[in-house]
């Protein structure tokens, strides 16, 4: 790889950002050129994901990226949340906006799926935790909505690789989040499909992380920046690549990729999927270099968020700098709620259901006032502080981990008031690493894929993996502005 620069797209429920990384001197900086929200949109089908939008957002940032980088653009890779796919014709179009990891639709497809393979043979086969939202749940709603069952899929990064160019295929990292890939191993689980009665045929080519999968092509093809540009499948994960953007080494350390979501655990070399793994209900999710991502899914900061939309209906409108420079004033809370509670994982009307928790301990609850607006967000703080903790604690003890250090990555690593909280409660010595951690990890597999392995396209390159993500631990991210 010359001294081009490359493209990093991270799609995030919340934001989507596009990065560009030049090279300056030996040095690398990164820019990020365009950011736009994101957010699931409420029809008669269900909570959807606007693609075209998603799709016209990447594009525009392109555009943006093309115009800064003179010298060139040797690869785009794009990384995004697991689990939600795109539904393909047999004429290769879109059958529709890709399902929301959040709609509820998944209920009844989970019941069915485990009345016909067991939760305890499927952890077996994949180590992966039970939640309603993976792939497999999602597929077998397909299934019961009657969507023909040779209709081809892909998860939202690699869909929007394909729409660039790129060849359909499911990155090994993203794909073990769908809980039908056999544990440890690259390939789809044979057994779980012949069990649900799910298509085989339909499912993507799977392929190492750091895969080139074709060169760009569409309408931005014909900028100049971009007439040689390679597409690469990054950790497709966006936690995948958040967590390979930790410059740690030794097995002491554990991580918190904060984000609309908390993914917390520690980094292996080999799955664990004990009996004790399975009943805490751990994942072992394909992680960049052969490694696993021991973790469970904690509620994050989408659960302020949704509180801070509700509160700005009554007429309390805030940041969230002003609510953690008032909750920084206020004494730990006599009660903490359970982050988890699946009464918090949906829409809605999230104070009330806090304060649903509250009336069932038997404490007041908060009203929509000024104090109870800050009672309320750091009781929220606090209760994180402390579900990390327990699993972390939990991580420790089946792995046989001695953990010292936390490194928290993402923007919620940017809450210090919570990350203070979190150091108390679990004792551990706290490191906040980059909040565009999923961007920095998807360059360094973007750059090992090219030097590490002199320009092979097997992805084998990613094992020089550990060179780029210090080479970019210490970049400085700058914003484009309109």
């Known amino acids: 790889m010359s001294e081009k620069a490359i493209v990093a797209v991270d799609l995030g429920a919340q934001s989507c950002r596009v990065s560009l990384l030049r090279w300056k001197h030996e040095v690398a900086e990164v820019c990020v050129?365009?950011?736009?929200?994101?957010?699931?949109?409420?029809?008669?089908?269900?909570?959807?994901?606007?693609?075209?939008?998603?799709?016209?957002g990447i594009l525009n940032g392109l555009r943006k990226c093309a115009e800064s980088a003179p010298e060139g653009i040797a690869s785009i890779g794009i990384d995004g949340w697991a689990v939600d796919y795109v539904r393909i014709g047999r004429d290769g179009k879109a059958l529709g906006d890709p399902f929301c990891y959040r709609d509820e639709r998944t209920a009844q497809a989970m019941q069915e799926v485990?009345?016909?393979?067991?939760?305890?043979?499927?952890?077996?086969?994949?180590?992966?935790?039970?939640?309603?939202?993976?792939?497999?749940?999602?597929?077998?709603?397909?299934?019961?909505?009657?969507?023909?069952?040779?209709?081809?899929?892909?998860?939202?990064?690699?869909?929007?690789?394909?729409?660039?160019?790129?060849?359909?295929?499911?990155?090994?990292?993203?794909?073990?989040?769908?809980?039908?890939?056999s544990i440890g191993e690259q390939e789809w689980c044979r057994e779980i499909f012949r069990a649900t009665d799910l298509e085989l045929s339909a499912a993507p080519e799977l392929v190492d992380t750091g895969t080139f999968v074709g060169p760009l092509a569409g309408e931005v093809r014909h900028l100049p920046a971009f007439r040689d540009t390679q597409l690469i499948v990054p950790a497709c994960h966006d936690t995948a690549s958040a967590i390979a953007a930790i410059p740690a080494v030794g097995d002491d350390w554990a991580f918190i990729s904060s984000g609309t979501w908390s993914l917390v655990g520690t980094v292996l070399r080999r799955p664990c999927a004990t009996d004790e793994a399975r009943k805490l209900n751990f994942t072992n999710l394909g992680g960049v270099g052969g490694t696993f991502c021991f973790l469970k899914n904690v509620n994050g900061t989408w659960l302020l968020r949704q509180c801070m939309d509700e509160w700005a209906k009554n007429g309390q409108t805030w940041s969230v700098g002003e609510l953690l420079r008032e909750c920084e004033k206020l004494?730990?809370?006599?009660?903490?709620?359970?982050?988890?509670?699946?009464?918090?994982?949906?829409?809605?009307?999230?104070?009330?259901?806090?304060?649903?928790?509250?009336?069932?301990?038997?404490?007041?609850?908060?009203?929509?006032?000024?104090?109870?607006?800050?009672?309320?967000?750091?009781?929220?703080?606090?209760?994180l502080a402390q579900r990390y903790a327990e699993v972390l604690?939990?991580?420790?003890?089946?792995?046989?981990?001695?953990?010292?250090?936390?490194?928290?990555?993402?923007?919620?690593?940017?809450?210090?008031?919570?990350?203070?909280?979190?150091?108390?409660?679990?004792?551990?010595?706290?490191?906040?690493?980059?909040?565009?951690?999923?961007?920095?990890?998807?360059?360094?597999?973007?750059?090992?894929?090219?030097?590490?392995?002199?320009?092979?396209?097997?992805?084998?390159?990613?094992?020089?993996?550990?060179?780029?993500?210090?080479?970019?631990?210490?970049?400085?991210?700058?914003?484009?502005?309109?």
Request: with cysteine.
């Open 331 to 383: 004494p730990p809370p006599a009660f903490l709620i359970d982050v988890d509670d699946p009464q918090l994982m949906v829409p809605g009307d999230l104070p009330d259901r806090i304060n649903f928790q509250l009336n069932e301990a038997e404490h007041a609850p908060l009203p929509f006032n000024r104090r109870g607006v800050v009672q309320m967000a750091n009781l929220i703080f606090h209760s």
């Open 114 to 181: 485990l009345r016909l393979i067991s939760p305890e043979r499927l952890y077996a086969l994949t180590g992966i935790q039970l939640l309603s939202l993976n792939s497999i749940f999602q597929l077998y709603a397909d299934k019961i909505a009657g969507v023909e069952a040779e209709s081809g899929w892909l998860n939202l990064p690699e869909y929007v690789t394909h729409l660039l160019g790129g060849r359909p295929v499911a990155e090994y990292t993203n794909a073990t989040h769908t809980q039908l890939v």
């Open 393 to 482: 604690s939990a991580a420790a003890r089946v792995t046989g981990r001695k953990l010292r250090r936390l490194f928290i990555v993402g923007g919620g690593g940017r809450n210090r008031y919570l990350n203070r909280l979190t150091a108390e409660r679990t004792g551990l010595e706290v490191h906040c690493g980059s909040s565009e951690a999923s961007t920095i990890g998807n360059f360094a597999v973007q750059m090992a894929a090219f030097r590490g392995n002199h320009g092979s396209r097997s992805g084998a390159g990613t094992a020089d993996l550990a060179k780029w993500t210090s080479t970019l631990s210490a970049v400085t991210f700058t914003d484009f502005m309109e």
């Open 33 to 56: 050129t365009h950011r736009f929200p994101n957010a699931p949109v409420s029809s008669a089908r269900g909570l959807t994901w606007d693609i075209e939008r998603i799709f016209a």
